[in-house]
């Protein structure tokens, strides 16, 4: 049976798929968009996240590590992230919650049994099982077993992708997804690269073949200030998509600025500190450009 790193079971989700459905975030992602909100999903392994505001100073992280990684320095404590092994000792000792491990080891077998638990729910409103990330197939084989066990249980199943790794591994989850919701951020790959630290031409392959496939598709775009918050950027991803047969609609999500919390928490840089969410009107004035090519649009 094969297990992997889990950043969080998301129960009653809403915004995931159709009806009421839980979200298992995996942890690790292989882009490293310069907007993103769930820094705490980008890398592979476990982590400490650091809230210095609650911590009430009562030292018995500094007893409890090993690794002598919170040490104090002045009367204050401090934490050297470069020795820390991820245990989580800490963070089960810290009451005051100023430490969070981030991550989790998980069988298949646990993440279906918690996914169950609002079966009741899914029946009722026709949600089921959603996988997220970060980027769910990055831990290819522990996405492929919990796919396959949630079908065996009579769920729906979606996965939320960006789709930077080679087309076998859709091919594989293919049988066993109900629906595919896929991110296209730009079509232009150099910018792509120097706003994601990867081109996109796989990503587009990997779009147009999805595209062809029997399964319903959604493609969408997070609308980023200074990135692609125009027709000149929006419009040729809606031409692509128009293009598949099988695409159910395309949606635009705005930029939210609400990661800075936790790109500190993590000790990471936040290179979109600055930037704002767009305007409602802008995004229906997006949303009306890309319906111009015949397709549905929905936006947030
Ligand atoms: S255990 Fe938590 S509250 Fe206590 S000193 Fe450590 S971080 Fe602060
Ligand atoms: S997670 Fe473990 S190694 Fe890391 S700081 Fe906490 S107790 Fe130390």
Known sequence: MH????????????????????????????????????????RTEPEIQIFPDRCIGCGACLERCEQHAHVAVDGQRQFLRERCVACGRCADTCYAESLVLVGERKTVDEVVEEVLRDEPFYARSGGGITLSGGEPLLQFEFALDILVRSKE?????????????????????????????????LL??????????????????????????????????????GVNDCDEQILPIASFVARLPNLLYYELLPFHPMATGKYQSLDMDYRASQLQSPPKEQMEALADAARRVGIEVKHS
């Open 3 to 42: 297990s992997g790193i889990v950043t969080n079971i998301q129960r009653f989700s809403i915004h995931d798929g159709p009806g009421i459905r839980t979200t298992v975030f995996l942890k690790g992602c292989n882009l490293r968009c310069f907007w993103c909100h769930n820094p705490e999903t980008l």
């Open 153 to 185: 249980e009579g769920l729906h199943t979606a996965i939320e992708t960006a789709a930077n790794y080679p087309w076998e591994r859709l091919a594989a989850i293919l049988p066993f997804t109900d629906l595919v919701m896929m991110d296209i951020k």
């Open 188 to 225: 232009e790959s150099e910018m792509h690269r120097a706003c994601t630290g990867v081109g996109n031409q796989r990503i587009l392959d990997n779009a147009e073949r999805l595209g062809h496939e029997d399964r319903p598709l959604i493609i969408r775009t997070p609308v980023v200030p």
